[in-house]
Protein backbone atom coordinates (compact mmCIF):
# COMPACT_ATOMS: atom_id res chain seq x y z
CA UNK A 1 0.00 0.00 0.00
CA UNK A 2 1.07 2.99 -0.93
CA UNK A 3 0.00 6.76 0.52
CA UNK A 4 -1.08 7.90 -2.29
CA UNK A 5 -3.46 4.96 -2.65
CA UNK A 6 -4.74 5.83 0.77
CA UNK A 7 -5.63 9.35 -0.53
CA UNK A 8 -7.13 8.41 -3.56
CA UNK A 9 -9.84 6.55 -1.24
CA UNK A 10 -9.96 9.39 1.24
CA UNK A 11 -10.04 12.44 -1.44
CA UNK A 12 -13.73 11.70 -2.10
CA UNK A 13 -14.86 13.42 0.67
CA UNK A 14 -16.51 10.38 2.76
CA UNK A 15 -15.68 8.55 5.65
CA UNK A 16 -14.41 5.37 5.70
CA UNK A 17 -13.44 3.25 8.35
CA UNK A 18 -10.09 1.78 9.40
CA UNK A 19 -11.62 -1.64 8.72
CA UNK A 20 -12.62 -0.55 5.14
CA UNK A 21 -9.60 0.91 4.37
CA UNK A 22 -7.63 -2.06 5.15
CA UNK A 23 -10.09 -4.13 3.52
CA UNK A 24 -9.47 -1.94 0.07
CA UNK A 25 -6.06 -1.50 0.33
CA UNK A 26 -5.28 -5.19 1.49
CA UNK A 27 -3.57 -4.07 4.61
CA UNK A 28 -4.32 -4.71 8.69
CA UNK A 29 -5.83 -1.81 10.32
CA UNK A 30 -3.03 -1.09 12.01
CA UNK A 31 -0.76 -0.60 9.05
CA UNK A 32 -3.50 2.12 7.90
CA UNK A 33 -3.48 3.88 11.03
CA UNK A 34 0.40 4.42 10.65
CA UNK A 35 -0.36 5.74 7.24
CA UNK A 36 -2.87 7.93 8.39
CA UNK A 37 -0.92 9.75 11.02
CA UNK A 38 1.48 10.98 8.14
CA UNK A 39 -1.50 13.21 6.59
CA UNK A 40 -1.14 15.72 8.82
CA UNK A 41 2.72 16.23 8.33
CA UNK A 42 2.03 16.39 4.37
CA UNK A 43 -0.29 19.79 4.61
CA UNK A 44 -3.49 17.33 4.47
CA UNK A 45 -5.87 17.68 7.50
CA UNK A 46 -7.41 14.55 8.50
CA UNK A 47 -10.99 14.50 10.31
CA UNK A 48 -11.64 11.10 12.72
CA UNK A 49 -15.08 10.78 13.62
CA UNK A 50 -16.17 7.98 16.49
CA UNK A 51 -18.55 5.31 14.28
CA UNK A 52 -18.04 6.87 11.39
CA UNK A 53 -14.64 6.88 10.51
CA UNK A 54 -11.96 9.02 8.55
CA UNK A 55 -11.82 11.82 5.79
CA UNK A 56 -9.58 14.43 4.59
CA UNK A 57 -11.26 18.35 5.35
CA UNK A 58 -10.59 18.86 1.99
CA UNK A 59 -12.05 16.54 -1.04
CA UNK A 60 -8.98 15.89 -3.26
CA UNK A 61 -9.45 15.09 -7.02
CA UNK A 62 -6.66 12.41 -8.29
CA UNK A 63 -4.70 12.89 -11.35
CA UNK A 64 -6.52 10.34 -14.08
CA UNK A 65 -4.22 9.85 -17.04
CA UNK A 66 -7.40 7.97 -18.72
CA UNK A 67 -9.92 11.19 -18.10
CA UNK A 68 -7.19 13.69 -19.27
CA UNK A 69 -6.30 11.80 -22.30
CA UNK A 70 -10.36 11.31 -23.61
CA UNK A 71 -10.63 15.40 -23.15
CA UNK A 72 -7.66 15.88 -25.93
CA UNK A 73 -8.99 16.85 -29.55
CA UNK A 74 -7.57 14.50 -32.35
CA UNK A 75 -4.23 16.33 -33.67
CA UNK A 76 -2.93 16.73 -29.75
CA UNK A 77 -3.64 13.41 -29.29
CA UNK A 78 -1.63 12.84 -32.14
CA UNK A 79 1.35 14.23 -31.01
CA UNK A 80 1.26 13.16 -27.02
CA UNK A 81 3.46 10.47 -27.21
CA UNK A 82 3.35 9.07 -23.51
CA UNK A 83 1.52 10.26 -20.64
CA UNK A 84 3.24 9.68 -17.13
CA UNK A 85 0.71 10.42 -13.89
CA UNK A 86 3.37 10.13 -11.18
CA UNK A 87 2.70 10.15 -6.79
CA UNK A 88 6.27 12.03 -6.27
CA UNK A 89 9.15 12.84 -8.10
CA UNK A 90 11.90 15.56 -6.81
CA UNK A 91 11.29 17.25 -10.30
CA UNK A 92 8.89 16.28 -13.36
CA UNK A 93 11.43 18.42 -15.61
CA UNK A 94 14.09 16.06 -14.16
CA UNK A 95 12.10 13.18 -15.15
CA UNK A 96 11.75 14.33 -18.74
CA UNK A 97 15.27 15.02 -18.83
CA UNK A 98 16.50 11.81 -18.27
CA UNK A 99 13.76 10.53 -20.68
CA UNK A 100 15.55 12.00 -23.33
CA UNK A 101 19.03 10.59 -22.31
CA UNK A 102 17.71 7.54 -23.11
CA UNK A 103 16.69 8.62 -26.27
CA UNK A 104 12.75 9.50 -25.39
CA UNK A 105 10.94 12.43 -24.12
CA UNK A 106 9.58 14.11 -26.88
CA UNK A 107 5.99 14.55 -27.26
CA UNK A 108 5.83 13.21 -23.42
CA UNK A 109 4.02 14.86 -20.66
CA UNK A 110 4.54 13.88 -16.97
CA UNK A 111 2.50 14.95 -14.10
CA UNK A 112 2.51 14.61 -10.45
CA UNK A 113 0.86 15.00 -7.42
CA UNK A 114 3.47 16.64 -5.53
CA UNK A 115 7.41 17.28 -5.78
CA UNK A 116 10.37 17.69 -3.33
CA UNK A 117 12.74 19.40 -5.26
CA UNK A 118 10.49 21.80 -7.97
CA UNK A 119 12.78 24.36 -9.16
CA UNK A 120 11.86 27.81 -10.60
CA UNK A 121 13.48 30.62 -12.35
CA UNK A 122 16.79 31.41 -10.99
CA UNK A 123 17.76 28.57 -8.86
CA UNK A 124 14.60 28.94 -6.65
CA UNK A 125 12.52 26.48 -5.56
CA UNK A 126 8.67 25.82 -6.09
CA UNK A 127 7.40 24.26 -3.10
CA UNK A 128 4.20 22.12 -3.62
CA UNK A 129 1.93 19.98 -1.56
CA UNK A 130 -0.18 16.89 -2.58
CA UNK A 131 -3.05 17.42 -4.96
CA UNK A 132 -3.25 21.03 -4.24
CA UNK A 133 -1.15 22.16 -7.63
CA UNK A 134 -1.06 21.19 -10.88
CA UNK A 135 2.67 20.00 -11.93
CA UNK A 136 3.47 19.14 -15.40
CA UNK A 137 6.33 19.42 -17.69
CA UNK A 138 6.02 18.58 -21.39
CA UNK A 139 9.53 17.18 -23.60
CA UNK A 140 9.41 18.80 -27.09
CA UNK A 141 12.33 18.46 -29.62
CA UNK A 142 13.07 20.90 -32.32
CA UNK A 143 15.14 20.68 -35.43
CA UNK A 144 16.66 24.18 -36.00
CA UNK A 145 18.44 24.84 -32.76
CA UNK A 146 18.54 27.37 -29.63
CA UNK A 147 18.11 30.37 -31.95
CA UNK A 148 14.54 29.31 -32.84
CA UNK A 149 13.49 29.16 -29.24
CA UNK A 150 13.52 33.03 -28.70
CA UNK A 151 10.11 33.91 -26.47
CA UNK A 152 8.95 30.01 -26.45
CA UNK A 153 8.57 30.54 -22.56
CA UNK A 154 6.60 33.79 -23.11
CA UNK A 155 4.17 32.03 -26.13
CA UNK A 156 3.73 29.28 -23.45
CA UNK A 157 2.41 31.91 -21.06
CA UNK A 158 -0.22 32.82 -23.14
CA UNK A 159 -1.25 29.54 -23.93
CA UNK A 160 -1.24 29.12 -20.18
CA UNK A 161 -2.92 32.11 -19.70
CA UNK A 162 -5.93 31.24 -22.61
CA UNK A 163 -6.73 28.30 -20.72
CA UNK A 164 -7.06 29.58 -17.39
CA UNK A 165 -9.42 32.98 -18.94
CA UNK A 166 -11.62 30.26 -20.56
CA UNK A 167 -11.80 28.88 -16.53
CA UNK A 168 -13.17 31.99 -15.44
CA UNK A 169 -9.80 33.49 -13.65
CA UNK A 170 -9.00 37.13 -14.64
CA UNK A 171 -4.88 36.62 -15.02
CA UNK A 172 -1.63 38.75 -16.08
CA UNK A 173 1.90 38.09 -17.59
CA UNK A 174 4.69 38.89 -15.71
CA UNK A 175 8.13 38.84 -17.63
CA UNK A 176 9.26 36.79 -18.00
CA UNK A 177 7.70 33.84 -16.70
CA UNK A 178 5.48 34.01 -14.08
CA UNK A 179 1.27 34.40 -14.16
CA UNK A 180 -0.24 36.51 -11.94
CA UNK A 181 -4.12 36.16 -10.42
CA UNK A 182 -6.18 39.07 -10.17
CA UNK A 183 -7.82 38.40 -6.36
CA UNK A 184 -9.90 41.52 -5.32
CA UNK A 185 -7.66 44.10 -5.72
CA UNK A 186 -4.27 42.23 -5.38
CA UNK A 187 -2.36 40.46 -8.11
CA UNK A 188 -0.90 37.33 -6.70
CA UNK A 189 1.23 35.17 -7.77
CA UNK A 190 -0.56 31.85 -9.67
CA UNK A 191 1.82 30.23 -11.63
CA UNK A 192 5.27 29.56 -12.84
CA UNK A 193 7.12 28.23 -16.15
CA UNK A 194 10.64 26.70 -16.31
CA UNK A 195 12.12 25.80 -19.39
CA UNK A 196 15.32 23.91 -19.65
CA UNK A 197 17.34 23.65 -23.11
CA UNK A 198 19.68 20.87 -23.87
CA UNK A 199 21.41 20.91 -27.50
CA UNK A 200 23.53 22.64 -30.30
CA UNK A 201 22.70 26.58 -31.01
CA UNK A 202 22.37 25.86 -34.87
CA UNK A 203 21.16 22.10 -34.74
CA UNK A 204 18.74 19.54 -33.02
CA UNK A 205 17.64 20.95 -29.28
CA UNK A 206 15.48 19.24 -26.67
CA UNK A 207 13.52 21.26 -24.39
CA UNK A 208 11.59 20.50 -21.63
CA UNK A 209 8.48 22.81 -20.44
CA UNK A 210 7.89 22.87 -16.44
CA UNK A 211 4.80 24.53 -15.10
CA UNK A 212 3.57 25.24 -11.56
CA UNK A 213 -0.31 26.43 -11.24
CA UNK A 214 -1.63 26.80 -7.78
CA UNK A 215 -4.90 24.95 -7.88
CA UNK A 216 -5.67 25.51 -4.18
CA UNK A 217 -3.19 26.14 -1.42
CA UNK A 218 -3.57 26.35 2.50
CA UNK A 219 -2.28 28.60 5.00
CA UNK A 220 1.01 26.74 5.51
CA UNK A 221 1.03 26.96 1.52
CA UNK A 222 0.81 30.58 1.33
CA UNK A 223 3.10 30.90 4.24
CA UNK A 224 5.90 29.16 2.26
CA UNK A 225 5.66 30.72 -0.65
CA UNK A 226 7.22 34.02 0.65
CA UNK A 227 5.57 36.52 -1.30
CA UNK A 228 1.55 37.08 -2.38
CA UNK A 229 0.60 33.62 -4.08
CA UNK A 230 -2.63 32.83 -4.85
CA UNK A 231 -5.23 29.78 -6.29
CA UNK A 232 -7.90 29.27 -8.49
CA UNK A 233 -9.73 28.61 -5.60
CA UNK A 234 -9.48 32.07 -4.30
CA UNK A 235 -12.05 33.34 -7.04
CA UNK A 236 -13.40 30.09 -7.89
CA UNK A 237 -14.95 26.99 -6.74
CA UNK A 238 -11.62 24.49 -6.83
CA UNK A 239 -11.84 23.50 -10.62
CA UNK A 240 -10.72 19.72 -11.77
CA UNK A 241 -6.98 19.30 -12.30
CA UNK A 242 -7.85 16.83 -14.58
CA UNK A 243 -9.90 19.27 -16.72
CA UNK A 244 -7.06 21.56 -16.19
CA UNK A 245 -4.18 19.53 -17.24
CA UNK A 246 -5.77 18.09 -19.97
CA UNK A 247 -6.92 21.95 -21.61
CA UNK A 248 -2.88 22.80 -20.81
CA UNK A 249 -1.46 19.55 -22.54
CA UNK A 250 -4.12 20.56 -25.54
CA UNK A 251 -2.87 24.02 -25.57
CA UNK A 252 1.09 23.30 -25.71
CA UNK A 253 0.20 20.46 -27.69
CA UNK A 254 -1.37 22.87 -30.30
CA UNK A 255 1.34 25.67 -30.37
CA UNK A 256 4.60 23.72 -30.52
CA UNK A 257 4.34 21.83 -33.60
CA UNK A 258 3.81 25.69 -35.31
CA UNK A 259 6.62 27.66 -33.04
CA UNK A 260 9.26 26.56 -34.86
CA UNK A 261 8.01 27.91 -38.33
CA UNK A 262 6.48 30.93 -36.46
CA UNK A 263 8.55 32.13 -34.07
CA UNK A 264 7.29 34.19 -31.19
CA UNK A 265 5.56 37.33 -33.53
CA UNK A 266 2.34 35.20 -33.78
CA UNK A 267 2.18 35.17 -29.69
CA UNK A 268 3.55 38.59 -29.23
CA UNK A 269 0.65 40.74 -29.03
CA UNK A 270 -1.01 38.22 -26.69
CA UNK A 271 2.07 38.50 -24.23
CA UNK A 272 1.87 42.55 -24.19
CA UNK A 273 -2.04 42.51 -23.97
CA UNK A 274 -1.66 40.74 -20.94
CA UNK A 275 1.52 42.50 -19.51
CA UNK A 276 1.11 43.26 -15.71
CA UNK A 277 3.34 46.10 -15.51
CA UNK A 278 2.79 48.03 -19.23
CA UNK A 279 4.06 51.33 -18.35
CA UNK A 280 4.77 50.98 -14.98
CA UNK A 281 7.60 51.73 -12.98
CA UNK A 282 9.89 48.92 -12.23
CA UNK A 283 13.48 48.20 -10.43
CA UNK A 284 15.45 45.63 -12.58
CA UNK A 285 18.10 43.50 -10.94
CA UNK A 286 20.61 42.08 -13.37
CA UNK A 287 23.54 40.75 -10.86
CA UNK A 288 24.86 42.92 -8.41
CA UNK A 289 23.18 45.89 -10.05
CA UNK A 290 19.70 46.94 -9.93
CA UNK A 291 17.78 50.38 -11.66
CA UNK A 292 14.62 52.35 -11.84
CA UNK A 293 13.31 51.93 -15.67
CA UNK A 294 9.58 52.18 -17.23
CA UNK A 295 8.22 48.83 -18.75
CA UNK A 296 7.00 48.97 -22.22
CA UNK A 297 5.97 46.06 -24.31
CA UNK A 298 7.96 42.68 -25.07
CA UNK A 299 10.18 42.82 -28.70
CA UNK A 300 9.83 39.80 -31.56
CA UNK A 301 12.32 38.06 -29.95
CA UNK A 302 10.52 37.98 -26.09
CA UNK A 303 12.45 40.49 -24.88
CA UNK A 304 11.18 43.32 -22.43
CA UNK A 305 11.79 46.98 -23.23
CA UNK A 306 12.24 49.63 -20.82
CA UNK A 307 13.38 53.05 -20.51
CA UNK A 308 15.82 54.55 -18.55
CA UNK A 309 17.10 58.50 -18.32
CA UNK A 310 19.71 56.94 -20.48
CA UNK A 311 17.12 55.46 -23.21
CA UNK A 312 16.09 52.20 -24.18
CA UNK A 313 17.24 48.87 -23.24
CA UNK A 314 16.52 45.35 -24.57
CA UNK A 315 16.50 42.72 -21.16
CA UNK A 316 16.56 39.23 -22.53
CA UNK A 317 16.21 36.52 -19.95
CA UNK A 318 18.56 34.68 -17.42
CA UNK A 319 19.76 36.25 -14.07
CA UNK A 320 17.33 39.06 -14.59
CA UNK A 321 14.32 39.89 -12.17
CA UNK A 322 12.08 42.51 -12.58
CA UNK A 323 9.65 44.27 -9.39
CA UNK A 324 7.17 47.29 -8.96
CA UNK A 325 8.92 50.09 -8.10
Known amino acids: MSIGDLIRLLGDGNYHSGQQLG???????????????????????????????????????????????????????????????????????TFLRERFRHGAGHGEVCLAESQ??????????????????????????????????????????????????????????????????????EWRKLAGILLEVTGDVEGPCEVVIGIGLNVALSDAGRQAAGQPAGALSDVMGTPSRNGLAASLIEALLTMLPTFESRGFTAWREGWNRRHAYSGCLVRVHQGKTSYVARATDVDASGNLIVVTDAGERALMGGEISIRLE
Request: glycine share 10%.
Open 116 to 185: TAGRGRRGKSWSTSWGRSLILSLGWRFDSGVGALEGLSLAVGVALAEVLEDSGAEVALKWPNDVLLKVGD
Open 23 to 93: ERLGVSRTAVWKQLKKLEAMDLPLEAVKGRGYRLVDALESLDGARIVSRLSAEPRHHLKRLFIEDVLDSTN
